[in-house]
């Protein structure tokens, strides 16, 4: 019989922990959902942009009025960006996001008739739309099964050993070779809310954690 290589038997512990560390999540956070509210791909497209470096639960309350007032990106597009700031005037650096916004929208209307396009590529090529956001809106817009590496994925999947990067690009392909294809949205989702809620930044809430022995985090906190 022959051995499997040293990394397929890497890949094979990890994926048979992370599959513990999923079913004790769910216990803990069946409600685990993203935290932004949307009713459509723009309107999440348009969260996210705001979402950066800002408290979801701001930009929330931002995004009931401007989605009321702003319903397709040629709205956004033929707004002057005055009227934007006015709206999102809350949410740091709110001047530059109105930028971003107005110029995505812009390019929406020109070049994909005003809809926000369902693959990666094409999001990626607008204006203000990084590969996390891409793969947030796909995941969470469009049903597709991919991982947005957001501060608490990032966090976590560091500190539960899944892996050593720091690039949020090459984090994303560490995770994408253990979590299960139809998983990988849920991931997120149970990530960021045990980030919230347990496996703080600044100091994990390790005494109360459910996935603590499955955790090899070396600075846990006794």
Sequence with gaps: MIAPHKSQASNSTAKTRLKKILFRLEKVHPDAKLALDFKNPLELLIALMLAAQAR?????????????????AADYAKAPPADLE??????????????SIHNCCRELVARFGGKVPDNLDDLVSLSGVGRKTANIVLGNAFGRQTI????????????????????PDKIEADLMTIVPEKQRVRFCHLMQYHGRRVCLAKKPNCRECTIEKLCPFPGKVK
Excluded: C, P, W
Aim: cysteine-free; charged content about 30%.
């Design 56 to 72: 979801d639960d701001l930009v929330n309350q931002v995004t009931a009025e401007l989605f009321k007032n702003f319903r397709s």
């Design 86 to 99: 006015r709206t999102i005037g809350k949410i740091n650096f709110y001047r530059n996001k109105a930028r």
């Design 148 to 167: 947005g590496v957001d501060t608490h994925v990032m966090r976590l999947s560091q500190r539960l050993g899944f892996t050593k990067q720091i690039d």
